[in-house]
């Protein structure tokens, strides 16, 4: 079961996005400011991460940023969330590597099948890009 790592100061979202990753066979793991992401990333890497951009502590940006400098050979996805939508936000999400962004407000279904994607890539990827 693939473990998705879910990170936003918002407690209705953090539940909304629980519910329902966990609702499509994934377990969940949730972390408030980007502070605790990091640490919780170092300490066990996720299958996945989702989180917001605007948080307390450390934000979504920062968080992105010090993975990719902390684990340069990072495997598993990032999607970013936030309802910024300016150009600069997108510029620096394509910048690094297996990054999406996500417009808020995010639609649960949208946010899963996303997630679908990215795993199946990467089983494709896995088996040298034979189904």
Same mark, same amino acid.
């Given at each position: ?37 990091? +640490?919780?990333?170092? #300490?066990?890497?996720?299958? #996945? ?26 495997? &598993? ?8 939508? %300016?150009?600069? +936000? ?12 996500? +417009? ?14 990215? &795993?199946?890539? #990467?089983?494709?990827?896995? +088996?040298? %890009?034979?189904?």
């Amino acid at each position: 079961m693939k473990k998705i790592l879910i990170v936003d100061d918002e407690p209705h979202m953090l539940r909304v996005l629980k519910f329902t990753l966990e609702r499509a066979g994934y377990r969940v793991a949730t972390e408030c400011d980007g502070q605790a992401g990091l +640490e919780h990333v170092l #300490a066990d890497a996720p299958d #996945a991460l989702v989180s917001d951009i605007r948080m307390p502590r450390m934000d979504g940006r920062e968080l992105v940023q010090a993975i990719h400098r902390q684990m340069p050979d990072r495997r &598993f996805p990032i999607l970013v969330m936030s309802s910024l939508t %300016g150009r600069e +936000e997108r510029d620096w999400v394509q910048a690094i590597g297996n990054v999406d962004f996500l +417009e808020k407000p995010v639609s649960p279904r949208q946010l899963i099948a996303r997630l679908a994607r990215h &795993f199946e890539a #990467a089983n494709c990827a896995l +088996e040298g %890009g034979h189904a």
